[in-house]
């Protein structure tokens, strides 16, 4: 059997094969055969087996990943559609988002700051279907590099806010030594609202929501 198991590793055949050919464990046939020398011919062998192991194990590991995934969406999917927020619930989603993402400091507008445009957007659509908002107290401020177009960036944020051009402070030009650009970047934005009643409801709900 070692025998065989020899002349089978001077092949190329890798110690799971066999171990599979002879009927002996793979540890038995690692212990055996680590010391024999395999040619050029039968280590490319063994390395392009454990390429196309590898390949496999990959594929499987993606394919498991995928269909755990598309359960997880699904549930998901199931739980959101069940979901209705009325209006005091998206109060305190605004409230949570704020908690998170929003200044503190100033006493008279709440102040939203965040580059992710779909949080911007989410935040703001939400804000303005719990609270009663007046557009014309909203103002906005975008964080650019010196490699963003103004122009663009203000038209691109005024979009994704609903937002008017016309409410736009000047922008912020961030220092950047041009050395890295970052792709499908399109700054930051700061959006503020100017309520102090509407700032106290939100800072109230943030203390309930610790408290409780």
């Not at 089978?8 to 171990?19: A, C, N, P, T």
């Not at 055996?32 to 039968?42: D, G, N, Y």
């Not at 950047?176 to 800072?203: F, H, P, T, W």
Request: charged share 30%; net charge positive; hydrophobic share 35%.
């Amino acid at each position: 059997m070692k025998k065989k198991a020899t002349e089978l590793r001077q092949r190329g055949f890798s110690f799971r094969e066999i171990s599979e050919k002879i009927g002996i464990a793979k540890s038995t046939a690692s212990l055996w055969l680590r010391e024999v020398e395999l040619s050029k011919i039968a280590k490319e062998r063994i390395n392009k087996l454990g390429v196309v192991g590898r390949n496999k194990g990959n594929e499987s590991v993606r394919k498991r990943i995928v269909s755990e995934d598309k359960k997880i969406l699904a549930n998901v999917k199931n739980s959101i559609g069940r979901c209705v927020l009325l209006k005091n619930d998206l109060k305190i989603v605004c409230a949570l988002l704020y908690w998170c993402e929003g200044g503190k400091t100033e006493k008279s507008q709440l102040t939203f700051i965040n580059s992710d445009p779909k949080l911007i957007k989410y935040f703001i659509d939400t804000f303005r279907k719990a609270f009663s908002v007046d557009e014309k107290r909203f103002r906005a401020l975008v964080h650019v590099h010196s490699y963003h177009n103004v122009e663009k960036q203000i038209k691109f944020w005024s979009n994704v806010t609903r937002i008017p051009e016309a409410q736009f402070t000047k922008p912020y030009n961030k220092p950047n030594a041009g050395k890295r650009i970052r792709e499908d970047y399109q700054g930051c934005i700061s959006v503020r609202y100017y309520g102090k009643q509407i700032r106290q409801e939100m800072l109230f709900l943030i203390r309930e929501i610790s408290r409780q």
